[in-house]
T-cell receptor
Framework: GAVVSQHPSRVICKSGTSVKIECRSL??????MFWYRQFPKQSLMLMAT?????????EQGVEKDKFLINHASLTLSTLTVTSAHPEDSSFYIC??????????FGSGTRLTVV | GENVEQHPSTLSVQEGDSAVIKCTYS??????FPWYKQELGKRPQLIID?????GEKKDQRIAVTLNKTAKHFSLHITETQPEDSAVYFC????????????FGKGTSLLVTP
């Protein structure tokens, strides 16, 4: 079946630094990648939608200059949290879609900003 | 955009009983409704889904019903087992946000032996 590999699974960084999270679709071409954020005991909140080769579309309230998304190929999308602060600590998870109704989730990244 | 409401937020049942979780959605153009089970710190796991041209779907102990007119759909788990304990999320695939899934707030299901 479809597999999305997400790295790192866990990262601790200092305030003010940047962190890059990668999602790779291993056995299919992900035409669209969705990035979600999940705070403890809460739901998955959509941050942005990206299509290969085009700029990401951000949800209201999500700062595009802070959460940089790159979807340069059909198999790789990255989310960079820039100038991270403790309030950015969360579980970040990607979901790839290949227009075949399927949504495949990455394993998630637990970000802790200290 | 799509707004998905989910109830209840917590549900406790005894082993062997049934559990029902209900969701409503706002976008009448939504056409795909998956249900996910998520264990702590893990990715959501698809357990069943239904498309808008179908009213009901069943897979062993799990079933989903969809009422397009009322814009609500429900998850039914029969003969619950302790290993069913987890957080369950409903979602709807709307017509906005590039066809992203919009999730309900989740239901924490506890099945006690």
């Amino acid at each position: 079946g479809a597999v999305v590999s997400q790295h790192p699974s866990r990262v601790i960084c200092k305030s003010g630094t940047s962190v890059k999270i990668e999602c790779r679709s291993l056995d299919f071409q992900a035409t669209t990648m969705f990035w979600y954020r999940q705070f403890p005991k809460q739901s998955l909140m959509l941050m942005a939608t990206s299509n290969e080769g085009s700029k990401a579309t951000y949800e209201q309230g999500v700062e595009k200059d802070k959460f940089l998304i790159n979807h340069a190929s059909l198999t790789l999308s990255t989310l960079t949290v820039t100038s991270a602060h403790p309030e950015d600590s969360s579980f970040y998870i990607c979901s790839a879609s290949n227009r075949d109704w399927g949504y495949t989730f990455g394993s998630g990244t637990r970000l802790t900003v200290v | 955009g799509e707004n998905v409401e989910q109830h209840p937020s917590t549900l406790s049942v005894q082993e062997g009983d049934s559990a029902v979780i209900k969701c409503t959605y706002s976008d009448s153009a939504s056409n795909y409704f998956p249900w996910y089970k998520q264990e702590l710190g893990k990715r959501p796991q698809l357990i069943i889904d239904i498309r808008s041209n179908v009213g009901e779907k069943k897979d062993q102990r799990i079933a989903v019903t969809l009422n397009k007119t009322a814009k609500h759909f429900s998850l039914h788990i029969t003969e619950t087992q302790p290993e069913d304990s987890a957080v369950y999320f409903c979602a709807a695939r709307g017509s906005n946000s590039g066809y992203a899934l919009n999730f309900g707030k989740g239901t924490s299901l506890l099945v006690t032996p």
